[in-house]
């Protein structure tokens, strides 16, 4: 199944279970504490905003916290926030069937049968008709944006009107992994829970004994990879990352003797219906890669600014791409052509 299928979430790791389907957190427990204290306290601020690195648990510690508002029972076995996923609520839930929850994400363009760049002011316009409807049994609702730095300027202005306007017994909690990026008026109006990454030790034993990764000698150099982010790591173990990354390093290697064969064959390889996780671990691999020659060339006394420059037009190449819908390949094929033009002017 691909991550362009609307049945995959915008939000969803690739290879990984979507959030609202993960009931165990690796770590975070400072985090999960603080929310419990002022669920139990009975002043529970309105806005929380989650940030930290890419799949580092972010959103599972979002759905975690609406589980706990709309009414699924605690349970101790899955931690502080933990519910069983037998719970009826979180059932209902699970099944995106509680009408008392709201997900801000970015739409499905079915006419180009992927999701869309951004998340919209339609989208985000829908917060304020959800909050003033009558909440359920529970009497509590709950918006999630994930994440809001898919927001452009529009719907984070319509969004911010939710939040000058506190609801009652409702929540937003908004997922971010640059929170640098926001406007700062809506920084200012959320309790802030900075997540990080847990112990790498700790990531391959949860890789290992949670998720079914064969604990062997490249899980440590994967974890390492993916800078102890427990989603990343998973999403780079189930979809064979360790070998493209290999793959990738080695082509990087060969400099101006990269052949157009080989780009076609890595193209290939990472492009086409159901590959946007092993394109997506592509553009890390060789961006990683560039920087790693660039650092190369500078101990060695040579010039660095051919690879740096290449690792600046790769990024820029594929945030175009994004937004425009170039042809994935051609892009793959145009971003390791950088590779030859850097080893000639480095």
């Known amino acids: 199944m691909s991550l362009t299928d609307p049945d995959i979430a915008s939000d969803q790791e690739a290879g ?3 959030p609202r389907e993960r009931y165990d957190l690796l770590g975070h427990l400072d985090a999960e504490r603080a929310f419990q204290t002022a669920w ?3 002043r529970l601020h309105h806005a929380w905003l989650i940030s930290g690195p890419k799949g580092i648990g972010k959103a599972t510690l979002a759905w975690r916290m609406a589980r706990r508002v709309l009414g699924a029972a605690p349970d101790t076995e899955y931690g502080i926030l933990g519910s069983s996923p037998r719970d009826p609520a979180s059932q209902l839930l699970e099944a995106g069937a509680n009408p008392d929850l709201l997900m801000l994400r970015r739409p499905w363009d079915d006419k180009r049968k992927r999701w869309r760049a951004e998340i919209t002011v339609d989208e985000a316009r829908k917060a304020p008709s959800f909050f003033e409807k009558s909440a359920g049994a529970g009497g509590w609702r709950v918006c999630i944006v994930d994440s809001a730095d898919d927001m452009n300027r529009n719907a984070a202005n319509a969004l911010l009107k ?3 306007e506190p609801p009652k017994r409702g929540i937003l909690i908004l997922i971010s992994h640059s929170p640098g990026r926001l406007p700062a008026t809506i920084r200012s109006r959320c309790r802030k829970l900075v997540l990080r990454a847990p112990e790498p030790t700790a ?3 949860w890789l290992s004994e949670r998720n079914g990764v064969p604990s062997e000698a490249s899980l440590d150099q994967l974890v390492d990879y993916a800078g102890a982010s427990p989603g990343r790591a998973l999403a780079l173990a189930i979809g064979d990352g360790a070998s493209l990354i290999q793959d990738v390093d080695a082509l990087v290697k060969r400099g101006k003797s990269l052949s ?3 780009a076609r064959r890595i193209a290939d390889r990472v492009t086409g219906k159901g590959r946007e996780d092993q394109l997506a ?3 890390e691999a060789l961006a990683r890669a560039y920087q790693a020659q660039a650092l190369q060339c500078a101990t060695d006394g040579r010039d660095p600014k051919g690879w740096i420059k290449a690792w600046a037009d790769m990024a820029k190449l594929v945030r175009d791409a994004e937004a425009l819908y170039l042809d994935p390949k051609q892009t ?3 971003a390791l052509s ?3 033009t850097a080893a000639t002017t480095s």
Do not use: K
């Open 16 to 18: 990984c279970l979507p």
């Open 40 to 42: 139990e306290s009975g």
């Open 162 to 164: 939710t939040l000058e």
């Open 203 to 205: 990531v391959c034993r």
């Open 260 to 262: 157009d064969q080989d």
């Open 281 to 283: 671990v592509f553009y």
């Open 332 to 334: 793959v094929l145009q």
């Open 338 to 340: 950088l590779t030859r």
